[in-house]
């Protein structure tokens, strides 16, 4: 496996992480319930994990780093927002 593969998944499970935490915080304030809370992590690890595994796997390099970069660029914003 090349290194700039797993630079990039790790750049991106980095933010991915905290992002997923702003994500399940914004769903506690909005309805209370511990369900949703937990239905919001499991999605957003499950979607971070598949975009971490295409990223280590199958995808070109110039839509690795796309996605990486996007992932931090929408995380900042989050963690700016909130």
Known sequence: METWRIL???LMAVPGLI???LVMAKA????????????????????LLVA???TL???PPV????????VT????VLAMAS
């Open 73 to 76: 660029v929408i995380v900042s």
């Open 28 to 47: 506690r304030e909005r309805t209370g319930r511990a369900s949703s809370v937990a239905v919001t992590g499991l999605v957003g690890v499950t979607a």
């Open 19 to 21: 992002g997923v935490l």
């Open 8 to 10: 990039a998944a790790g």
């Open 52 to 54: 971490g595994v295409l």
């Open 63 to 70: 839509a690795a780093w796309v996605l990486a970069g996007s």
């Open 57 to 59: 796997v199958a995808l």
